[in-house]
């Protein structure tokens, strides 16, 4: 799978993504937390993507964040239109929350990052154990992870 990535933003990213996220949202749909963690990774591409657009992360001013909730909606709408995912909504709340923190770095969030980045590169280095073959997205919000598989 190698000839299928590339990198973005300094990421790393499989070309089909958004495919496989949705397959996996689609199957998740009854778990409420791994449906709406599918829908923050679609969120952080929108986010990137609305950096890109206008120069800054969305709610990085508290007088815009009302615009910047819309914005950051279409967008992300847009994304999935891309990719041919049709009949499907970003939930509010999520787009309210992802603009509400305004790209703030999380001490706590990145210490936990960082800790599964670290054993992860552990077992890549020493060849033992299995390292993780797809994206772990972490809530902060609820506290729990959800690989999607590829």
């Known amino acids: 799978r190698v000839a299928s990535l590339y990198t973005e933003g300094g990421f790393v990213v499989y ?5 496989w996220v949705w397959r996996a949202w689609q199957r ?6 791994s449906s709406a963690n599918a829908a923050l990774y679609v969120l952080l591409r929108a986010a990137d993507r609305f950096n890109a657009t206008h120069g800054r992360f969305p709610g990085f001013f508290d007088s815009e964040l009302d615009e910047d909730a ?12 891309d990719q041919g995912v049709a009949n499907v909504s970003v939930p509010d709340d999520l787009v ?22 670290a054993q992860e590169a552990i077992k890549i280095i020493t060849r033992q ?15 729990n992870t959800t690989l999607i598989k590829i």
């Open 28 to 33: 998740l749909m009854g778990l409420e937390d």
């Open 15 to 19: 070309r089909g993504w958004l495919k």
């Open 96 to 117: 309210a929350e992802m603009c509400r923190f305004g790209a703030a770095e999380l001490h706590c969030v990145a210490a936990i990052m960082g800790g599964a980045a």
């Open 129 to 143: 154990f299995v390292p993780l073959d797809s994206p772990l997205i972490f809530n902060a919000m609820s506290s």
């Open 70 to 81: 819309s914005r950051l909606k279409a967008v992300a709408m847009q994304i999935l239109a």
